[in-house]
């Protein structure tokens, strides 16, 4: 309907036009916005490949978990490429040095990194998560789009 036109008689002007429109087309977006919110809000949140949290760790690599973050290893060490850089990153330590490596390390220390104290029970519980850690990612990132990052 154009602008100044006659409706059963009567001039209806721009402003009413305006407004009628409004009328429907405010409340039709703002639906179709929220349906579109809560459909992304729940992909992200149900797919299972989207983050694989601390359910998909075991005991023992749990209670590891809890000992890098107790001893601070962040501070030297990065996971997934973030962390410290006094010492290396150690994504894939399990699957280029082996366990038997990351425990002597453990034990004994190496350059610059200290002696921890750390019972056997710890140093298994530590291998653990490092060989999750290593399952679970690859740094550098050789694949687009990356892994997210464990919780």
């Known amino acids: ?10 001039s209806v002007g721009v402003d009413e036009i305006s407004a009628s429109r409004l009328e429907w087309a405010t409340p039709l977006v703002l639906c179709v ?3 579109l919110f809560v459909g992304v809000t ?7 490949g989207r983050a694989p ?3 998909s760790l ?3 690599a749990l209670a590891g978990r809890r000992l890098w973050l107790a001893h601070n290893c962040s501070a030297c ?12 990153d150690l994504t894939n330590v399990y699957s280029h040095r082996g366990d038997h490596h990351i425990r002597v390390v453990l034990r004994r ?11 056997p029970r710890d140093s298994e519980e530590l291998v653990e998560y490092l060989r999750y850690v290593d399952r679970t990612g690859q740094f550098p990132q050789t694949r687009w789009p990356p892994r997210p990052l464990p919780n």
Do not use: I, N, W
């Open 42 to 48: 729940l992909l992200v949140h149900t797919d299972p």
């Open 33 to 35: 916005l929220g349906s």
């Open 77 to 88: 060490h990065q996971l997934y490429g973030l962390g410290g850089f006094a010492g290396p």
């Open 109 to 119: 220390g190496f350059g610059a990194m200290p002696q921890l104290p750390l019972s």
């Open 53 to 55: 949290g601390a359910a």
């Open 1 to 10: 309907m154009r602008p100044g036109a006659k409706v059963c008689g009567e």
């Open 58 to 60: 075991s005991r023992e």
